[in-house]
Nanobody, 126 residues
Framework: QVQLVESGGGLVQAGGSLELSCVAS????????MGWFRQAPGKEREFVAA????????NYADSVEGRFTIVRDNAKKTAYLQMKSLEPEDTAVYYC???????????????????WGQGTQVTVSS
């Protein structure tokens, strides 16, 4: 089993910055990629960003490219999502996820991920 715990969500003004953290524990040796997804009210869960655990590749949704950065710290078994220039459209529950299937590029489909955190709320006010 792999456990994922997110933190760092909160309320921020438009244009502001926020950093989310996701700490992995348990059977983490089989994890090859970590991803971030989000779900806004009335919408399906969507891909945000992902990174190979060895740092070899990253993948970003077009909507966050240039504004969000995904980083991993192997020693701390933690993935971070650094967000800047936040917009009200970024308001959502953000989830981190772990993929145990090895691929060259991090996968973007939520169905591809095996473990999920409980989510952390990010609210961006106008």
């Amino acid at each position: 089993q792999v456990q994922l715990v997110e933190s760092g969500g909160g309320l921020v003004q438009a244009g502001g910055s926020l950093e989310l953290s996701c700490v992995a524990s348990g059977g983490t040796s089989g994890i090859y990629a970590m991803g971030w997804f989000r779900q806004a009210p009335g919408k399906e869960r969507e891909f945000v960003a992902a990174i190979m655990w060895d740092g070899s590749n990253t993948n970003y949704a077009d909507s966050v490219e240039g504004r969000f950065t995904i980083v991993r710290d192997n020693a701390k078994k933690t993935a971070y999502l650094q967000m800047k220039s936040l917009e009200p459209e970024d308001t959502a529950v953000y989830y981190c996820a772990a993929d145990r299937y090895r691929t060259l590029v991090p996968r973007t489909g939520d169905y591809a991920y095996d473990y999920w955190g409980q989510g952390t709320q990010v609210t961006v006010s106008s």
